[in-house]
């Protein structure tokens, strides 16, 4: 039976039907990582002994007629800025290189007690901060499509974990588009949850007001599973939100006929032209479907980016503070206080950091807040206005996950105007605070390659289920060309060949 690549759904009938065991899932993963492991770089520490012992005891419990959960003996690989008791939490710095978590985040834990097997810690942009994965000090990210292209970021890892087969399901986190761009870039189904719908304690923070924490799945199914097991109210978060339990996989069989869509004309501006030529088939897939599909605008979205990097830039330089090698960090040696603080900060933190911690300095300084840290405020509030006005005419809004396929490494860190406003698209949700989804729509043409490219589905505060329910049917009507090609992916994905990792 080969369980690698199987659909989540598939793995967990067989392991409760006893067909095969928790054990025997586990190894065909970590046999995975083993081979694709070094050639991808998507993981930064694989977690064997942890993931062993927990599928025997799952075994155990099964045998016994315990029922040790809905995801009981599924792999699930977890960002690395995510708590994992007794693992390594790095954040893809070096300053959190020797720091193990001495407990698990919320979303871990409630992995945890459904039965999931934590399988390793996924490469990451450092602290966050990128669009690319190319800014971890453990190595670049590379897209198992083309292992000369970067598989987005910030939850480089975790996407190309799942896409390449190392991992049925994966956890990431999103504060401008961290999970659905590389989503979109990898070929895969990505969601960013309402901000304040999953927990975000053992979560290390970036910009507070806009991380949320995410499932990544092959499948728009797989998603709904994952969130069904993460969501919920945690009084260990002040920011969670207190609502009822939604079983979001029973949500997805329903009629989509009937619901209105929105197209907002800000979010194609900077589209590609083969990207834009996929999306507008799948507008007119989803009409065949019966939904209703209205162009649209949203104004405020010309002001996103900037107010974004103002916003994201001050939290992180609040956050940021606890690492200077007295709270957390590692402590470099120095004479005198102010050189400890000095070379902690600068030897442990990469360039993208220590550029935007000093931008957030700048922001928050007394001169300069009302000038920029309040407009930039007064401008989210803006664009969570416009979308509020919105979702009363439409029960959805769309657009391309990002503007181009994935691009080749090295090709825009040196300029990072044009790596910011890649995220134009994904960026106004999560200053919204609403919803999206990313789910393959198809593939483009770039330098004569065929790369996968992402549809962004955005629904209304706490609407996931509409938001999934309309993912899935239109996955079952263009998803089986897209799942061959990523079957065929995977099989030319072998033994890493020295040649094929072009710096």
């Given at each position: ?146 292992l000369s292209r970067v598989p987005g970021g910030s939850s480089g890892g975790s996407a190309v974990a799942v896409a390449a087969g190392m991992a049925p399901l994966a956890l990431g986190t ?182 935007r911690i000093i931008l957030g300095t700048f922001v928050l300084d007394t001169g300069n807040k009302d000038r920029y840290y309040r407009r930039a405020a007064q401008v989210r509030t803006l ?121």
């Open positions: 039976m080969e369980i690698r690549g199987m659909p989540a759904r598939d793995i967990l009938r067989y392991i409760s039907s006893g067909e095969v065991s928790a054990a025997e899932v586990v190894e065909t993963y970590l046999d995975a990582i083993r081979e694709i492991g070094p050639q991808t770089n998507a993981f930064i520490e694989v977690l064997e002994p942890a993931a062993r012992a927990d599928a025997s005891r799952i075994d155990k419990e099964l045998r016994d007629g315990g029922s040790p959960g809905i995801l009981a003996g599924l792999p699930v690989a977890i960002k690395d800025n995510i708590c994992v008791k007794g693992a390594g939490c790095t954040c893809g710095s070096k300053i959190l290189e020797n720091w193990i978590a001495p407990y698990d985040a919320t979303a871990a834990r409630r992995l945890r007690e459904q039965g999931a097997v934590i399988i390793g810690k996924t490469n990451m942009d450092e602290f966050a901060m990128g669009s690319s994965t190319e800014t971890s000090a453990y190595g670049v990210t590379r897209n198992p499509w083309d999103d504060t401008g588009g961290s999970i659905r761009q590389p989503a979109s870039f990898t070929g895969i189904c990505g969601l960013k949850p309402t901000y304040g719908l999953v927990s975000r304690y053992g979560v290390t923070a970036y910009a507070s007001s806009l991380d949320t924490v995410g499932p990544f799945g092959e499948g728009v199914w797989d998603c709904a599973l994952l969130l069904e097991v993460i969501a919920g109210h945690d009084p260990l978060d002040a920011t969670s939100h207190a609502k009822e339990p939604v079983t979001y996989t029973k949500a997805l069989d329903g009629n989509v006929a009937g619901l209105r869509v929105g197209v907002p004309q800000e979010l194609l501006r900077g589209v590609s032209a083969p990207v834009k030529a996929v999306f507008e088939s799948t507008l007119s897939t989803m009409e065949d479907m019966g939904m209703i599909v209205e162009e649209m605008s949203l104004p405020s979205l010309a002001h996103a980016v900037e107010a974004y990097y103002v916003i994201a830039a001050a939290e992180a330089s609040s956050n940021l503070a606890r690492f200077d090698g007295v709270r957390f960090g590692r402590r470099a040696d120095a004479g005198t206080l102010d050189e400890m603080y000095t070379r902690s900060r600068g030897e442990g933190f990469g360039k993208e950091v220590i550029k664009i969570k206005d416009e979308f509020q006005k919105a979702f009363e005419r439409f029960d959805l809004i769309v657009s391309p996950a990002a503007p181009d396929v994935a691009f080749k490494i090295g090709e825009k860190i040196q300029d990072p105007l044009t790596m910011y406003l890649a995220d134009l698209i994904t960026i106004p949700v999560n200053m919204a605070g609403v919803c999206a989804l990313s789910m393959p729509m198809g593939f483009a043409e770039c330098d004569g390659v065929s790369l996968p490219c992402g549809l962004q589905i955005i629904g209304k505060p706490f609407d996931e289920q509409t938001v999934l329910r309309a993912g899935y049917c239109l996955e079952q009507e263009i998803g089986a060309g897209i799942r061959e090609k990523v079957r065929h992916m995977r099989q030319n994905l072998g033994p890493v060949r020295e040649c094929e990792l072009v710096d």
